[in-house]
């Protein structure tokens, strides 16, 4: 693995289904971050990160948990999926939460949610 | 609120100079990000600026103005691989990144 990996690429998904978007990065990384981007509109914070074992809430948290059970690892969940959840979803990670800490992106994980 | 202003399209000629303008308003500044990406693709960092001024990276460089709440993203010598959104995202006081929708530049040959 180099940088970060998310799975799966792309995803269908029927309303109500429960989903979890996985997402892993070998950089030793700190913070993590999940994202979700729609057409038009700028990337939304849905879940951070800080470091291990713990989590925050961003913009957009509702409909979504997380957890961090290890430096490495920042999976997504969609207890019961609805439509306006199809979106692309990219997972980052950053050395720290200081300023000048880049976030690094994953490929994205393309859903849609009939 | 905080709100993130860029436009959503331009246009330019490889070979050529654009400018991209990003106006903000964020509870508190921590610095600025521009993020280049390309369709379907994950954005990747270009720049990073936190004092006032411009900063040069090769073809790239990008300018902070943080009292008007301005900063722009110069490309020089476009390429058609340039062809890409570039995304405006200036850190509020949380150390949260608040994104732009970004700026799709089209370069024509």
């Known amino acids: 693995i180099a940088g970060i990996t998310q799975a799966p690429t792309s995803q269908i998904l029927a309303a109500g289904r429960r989903m979890t978007l996985r997402c892993t990065q070998d950089m030793r990384h700190n913070a993590m971050y999940w994202y979700r981007q729609d057409l038009g509109l700028g990337l939304r914070l849905i879940h951070y990160s800080n470091t291990a074992g713990t989590t925050g809430k961003g913009e957009v948290p509702d409909g979504y948990s997380v957890s961090r059970a290890n430096t490495d690892d920042f999976p997504l969940t969609l207890a019961s999926a609805v439509p306006s959840q199809t979106s692309v979803y990219f997972c980052a990670s950053s050395d720290g939460t200081f300023s000048y800490n880049e976030q690094f992106f994953g490929p994205g994980t393309r859903l849609t949610v009939l | 609120g905080q709100n993130i202003d860029q436009p959503t399209e331009m246009t330019a000629t490889e070979g050529a100079i654009v400018q991209i303008n990003c106006t903000y308003q964020t509870s508190g500044f921590n610095g600025l990000f521009w993020y280049q990406q390309h369709a379907g693709e994950a954005p990747t960092f270009l720049s990073y600026?936190?004092l006032d001024g411009l900063e040069e990276k090769g073809r790239f460089s990008s300018f902070l103005s943080r009292s008007k709440g301005y900063s722009y993203l110069l490309l020089k010598e476009l390429q058609m691989k340039d062809s890409a959104s570039y995304l405006c995202a200036p850190m509020d006081s949380n150390y949260q990144l608040i994104w732009g929708a970004g700026t799709k530049l089209i370069i024509k040959p």
């Open positions: 600026n936190v």
